[in-house]
């Protein structure tokens, strides 16, 4: 059976740091590709982030370049999201997400049940 289980939600003060985890069971990880997708209160779902199965190729949207960083430790089967110098405007639930192949562009077929982050004073 396929899992996604997240961590590492919560409270932060803008402009601190949070790293999320999500522990990938019931398939290898480095066979599909993987995603970061987030929901903010009373908004759409929004994508963050994709890494491709081999790791090569890892996408961010405008808004989180250069603050967020997605990696994956294949040995643990666990996918991460480094979140620095965080605003307001990213609270959401965030989700991690598998793509039913080796390429982000594929789509989403499994989703963990995500983690609220809380940006605020």
């Known amino acids: 059976e396929v899992q996604l289980v997240e961590f590492g939600g919560g409270l932060v003060q803008p402009g601190g740091s949070l790293r999320f985890s999500c522990a990938a069971s019931?398939?290898?990880?480095?066979?599909?590709?993987m995603n970061w997708v987030r929901q903010a209160p009373g908004k759409g779902f929004e994508w963050v982030s994709g890494?491709?199965?081999?790791?090569?190729?890892?996408k961010y949207i405008d808004s989180v370049k250069g603050r967020f960083t997605a990696s994956r430790d294949s040995a643990k089967n666990t996918l991460y999201l480094q979140m620095n110098n965080l605003k307001p405007e990213d609270t959401a639930v965030y989700y991690c997400?598998?793509?039913?192949?080796?390429?982000?562009?594929?789509?989403?077929?499994?989703w963990g049940k995500g983690t609220l982050v809380t940006v605020s004073l």
């Open positions: 890494i491709s199965s081999d790791g090569s190729n890892i």
């Open positions: 997400a598998r793509s039913p192949s080796a390429w982000w562009a594929s789509g989403l077929d499994y």
């Open positions: 019931g398939f290898t990880l480095t066979n599909y590709a």
